[in-house]
Nanobody, 122 residues
Framework: VQLQAFGGGLVQAGGSLRVSCAAS????????MGWFRQAPGKEREFVAH????????YYADSVKGRFTISRDNAKNTLYLQMNSLKPEDTAVYYC????????????????WGQGTLVTVSS
């Protein structure tokens, strides 16, 4: 499967944005999926994870209650709805696919998309 993230942009603090990740191929539903982000000069960090069926979700503490991860296996698409955005959410957002269970570490994912930039202005 190949991944392509899109939907990033410039938004004011307090605003909302939804980024998406389109997956090619017929095996999207066999992958657990995750979102990560990388701010300038910082390491890539975990944002959210969703199981293959979408029934198991978990989030980084920094986004819990503000971000929602979801997936549509019929459309081969992963989503990240981001609300109450803060300037510190500014980063390139990456989607990733795991053949196993995935998790909160980058090494637990096998495939990565190219990233989409989200900029939150104060």
């Amino acid at each position: 499967v190949q991944l392509q993230a899109f939907g990033g942009g410039l938004v004011q603090a307090g605003g909302s944005l939804r980024v998406s990740c389109a997956a090619s191929g017929r095996t999207f539903s066999s992958y657990a999926m995750g979102w990560f982000r990388q701010a300038p000069g910082k390491e890539r960090e975990f944002v959210a994870h969703i199981s293959r069926s979408g029934g198991w979700l978990y989030y980084a503490d920094s986004v819990k209650g503000r971000f929602t991860i979801s997936r549509d296996n019929a459309k081969n698409t992963l989503y990240l709805q981001m609300n109450s955005l803060k300037p510190e959410d500014t980063a390139v957002y990456y989607c990733a696919a795991a053949r196993s269970y995935g998790g909160s570490s980058t090494y637990e994912y096998d495939l990565w998309g190219q990233g989409t930039l989200v900029t939150v202005s104060s």
